[in-house]
């Protein structure tokens, strides 16, 4: 995975990120489902459920699809040992595949048990900056964890993605939101990583071509973690 990208601002705080830096990092996590969400475990049950529900708010929303029918395939984005495959996602795609770049995480996920009816496909172990889509997909799940990418490779991941989508396919983005006073996003040097703002996001999503269908707000979680939105996304269509 290679760190060279355009040359921006030193100050720009994705400038910072190192991908084998936060592989390093990760190795030094443990495989459980405290170790994916820093000594919260608790909170995972919460986090499935608001998932859960704005998903089926979507759906209901759309028309497209029949709320309670399984969607034909997914894929878990930075999936870490499957919690969201797991709780969540087997429950509403036939099949999910896996992108995750740290092998022992991955590992863990091909001995899960999902707890839908779902089943695991292929599991890509590679970042989301060199990964490839090639199949199509009616749900891409993003989740803590595209803040291990720049800006600009955010961008280019997005445009990927949204070639990927089966008609009426969505991307949804789950990620924590910078609480900087200042209003600007933040680089963590222990995993690597930025915390963009919601302002941040939206600048990103149009760059990626994308439109905001629906977004809100996680509920639930203790006040001292960082506030979590969900964003869906879908291509924007083009202009007459």
């Given at each position: 995975?290679?760190?060279e990208?355009?040359e921006?601002?030193?100050?720009?705080?994705?400038?910072?990120?190192?991908?084998n830096?936060?592989?390093?990092y990760?190795n030094?996590?443990?495989?459980?489902v405290?170790?994916?969400?820093?000594?919260?475990?608790?909170?995972?049950?919460?986090?499935?459920?608001?998932?859960?529900?704005?998903?089926?708010?979507?759906?209901?929303a759309?028309g497209?699809?029949?709320p309670?029918k399984?969607?034909?395939?997914g894929?878990?984005?930075?999936?870490?040992?499957?919690?969201?495959?797991?709780?969540?996602?087997?429950?509403?795609?036939e099949t999910?595949?896996?992108?995750?770049?740290?092998?022992?995480?991955?590992?863990?996920?091909?001995?899960a048990?999902?707890?839908?009816?779902?089943?695991?496909?292929?599991?890509?172990?590679s970042g989301?900056?060199?990964?490839?889509?090639?199949?199509?997909?009616?749900?891409i799940w993003n989740?803590?964890?595209?803040?291990?990418?720049?800006?600009?490779?955010?961008v280019?991941?997005l445009?990927?993605?949204?070639?990927?989508?089966?008609e009426?396919g969505?991307?949804?983005?789950?990620?924590?939101?910078?609480?900087?006073?200042?209003?600007?996003d933040?680089?963590?040097d222990?995993?690597?990583?930025?915390?963009?703002?919601?302002?941040?996001?939206?600048t990103?999503?149009?760059?990626?071509g994308?439109?905001?269908?629906r977004?809100e707000?996680?509920?639930?979680?203790?006040?001292?973690?960082?506030?979590?939105?969900?964003y869906?996304?879908?291509?924007?269509?083009?202009?007459?």
């Amino acid at each position: 995975m290679a760190d060279e990208g355009p040359e921006v601002s030193a100050s720009a705080p994705d400038t910072h990120i190192s991908h084998n830096e936060a592989i390093k990092y990760w190795n030094g996590v443990s495989p459980t489902v405290n170790g994916m969400l820093g000594g919260y475990p608790h909170i995972s049950r919460i986090d499935l459920r608001g998932s859960a529900s704005f998903l089926a708010k979507l759906r209901k929303a759309s028309g497209h699809t029949e709320p309670k029918k399984l969607l034909a395939r997914g894929v878990d984005c930075g999936a870490g040992i499957g919690r969201v495959m797991s709780g969540f996602l087997s429950k509403v795609c036939e099949t999910v595949d896996i992108v995750e770049p740290v092998e022992k995480f991955a590992q863990e996920v091909r001995g899960a048990k999902p707890s839908g009816p779902g089943k695991v496909g292929t599991i890509y172990v590679s970042g989301l900056e060199s990964w490839q889509p090639d199949e199509e997909y009616d749900l891409i799940w993003n989740q803590w964890c595209l803040g291990h990418l720049r800006d600009d490779q955010l961008v280019q991941y997005l445009r990927r993605s949204a070639a990927a989508l089966a008609e009426n396919g969505i991307i949804v983005v789950k990620e924590n939101m910078s609480t900087d006073a200042t209003g600007a996003d933040k680089y963590d040097d222990i995993d690597n990583s930025v915390t963009r703002t919601d302002g941040k996001f939206r600048t990103l999503f149009q760059e990626a071509g994308l439109t905001i269908s629906r977004t809100e707000i996680q509920n639930g979680f203790p006040k001292e973690l960082y506030p979590v939105r969900m964003y869906a996304l879908c291509p924007r269509l083009p202009t007459s």
